[in-house]
């Protein structure tokens, strides 16, 4: 999808979904990094992250058009565009838009663990952060903990 693609499908979703023209300029954008779009409250135009089209797919982007399509028109009507408003809310019901970009960055490393086993039944228990050992007992048996140390 070039940008021509992008601008025709953003005039497409405006006028199916809000019976409204958009007017304004729809770029890709690659300097955006954890969101999906923008809305430039003073040249009206939306910036669109490329990412999401590669990584989660046309009906996500779709989904982000909506969502700043919604801003682009309750703003221009002088109506309530920011996300707390009512305006805004239920416009992005009616069309379906997302209220939430899916996460864009690459899944992170997972967390080590620390490791606790139980000194009397000996089950394993792992928790993201230190415990004090001497003020949880085992779920089980009601045991002491001992702490085995972190995963690599
Ligand atoms: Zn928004
Ligand atoms: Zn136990």
Redesign the pocket.
């Known amino acids: 999808m070039n940008q021509k693609d992008l601008q025709q499908l953003v005039e497409d979703t405006s006028l199916t979904y809000f019976n409204k023209p958009f007017r304004h300029q729809a770029t890709f954008n690659t300097r955006l990094k954890t969101t999906g779009g923008r809305y430039h409250l003073g040249s009206h135009d939306l910036d669109f992250n490329p990412k999401v089209l590669e990584k989660l797919g046309l009906e996500t982007l779709i989904g982000i058009i909506k969502h700043e399509l919604c801003h682009y028109h309750l703003h221009l009507e002088g109506k309530g565009s920011q996300h707390r408003d009512r305006d805004f809310k239920n416009l992005l019901k009616e069309v379906g838009g997302l209220r939430f970009v899916p996460a864009l960055t690459e899944q992170k490393k997972a967390v080590s663990l620390w490791k606790y086993k139980?000194r009397?039944?000996g089950?394993v228990a792992q928790r993201q952060r230190r415990f004090n050992t001497s003020k949880y007992v085992?779920a089980?048996?009601k045991?002491k903990f001992e702490l085995l140390g972190r995963e690599a």
């Open positions: 139980c009397k039944c089950s085992c089980k048996c045991g």
